[in-house]
Nanobody
Framework: QVQLVEAGGGLVQAGGSLRLSCVAS????????MGWYRQVPGKQRELVAL???????NYAASVKGRFTISRDNAQNTVYLQMNSLKAEDTAVYYC????????WGQGTQVTVSS
């Protein structure tokens, strides 16, 4: 079992920045991929960014060049640095971890005011 605790959401003006973090605990030695998805009401959850162990990051086209995913494997933590935020980035952001199955965080609200 893996537990995920997210932090860093909030309200920011368009053009601003936020940094999300997600700490994994439990059976962390089996963690392969870590990343972030987001969801707005009435829409499917969508990929934001993923990073496999030792791999290159994978970004959604809508965030490429503005968001940066990083990992601290020693701390079992994944970060999402979000710059140049837009109103359309408003969503609940979920941490995602893949070990032998998928695990999800509780979600953190990001609201970008225009």
């Amino acid at each position: 079992q893996v537990q995920l605790v997210e932090a860093g959401g909030g309200l920011v003006q368009a053009g601003g920045s936020l940094r999300l973090s997600c700490v994994a605990s439990g059976t962390t030695f089996t963690i392969n991929t870590m990343g972030w998805y987001r969801q707005v009401p009435g829409k499917q959850r969508e990929l934001v960014a993923l990073m496999a162990s030792g791999g290159l990051p994978n970004y959604a086209a809508s965030v490429k060049g503005r968001f940066t995913i990083s990992r601290d494997n020693a701390q079992n933590t994944v970060y999402l640095q979000m710059n140049s935020l837009k109103a359309e980035d408003t969503a609940v952001y979920y941490c995602y971890v893949w070990t032998l199955r998928a695990y999800w965080g509780q979600g953190t609200q990001v609201t970008v005011s225009s």
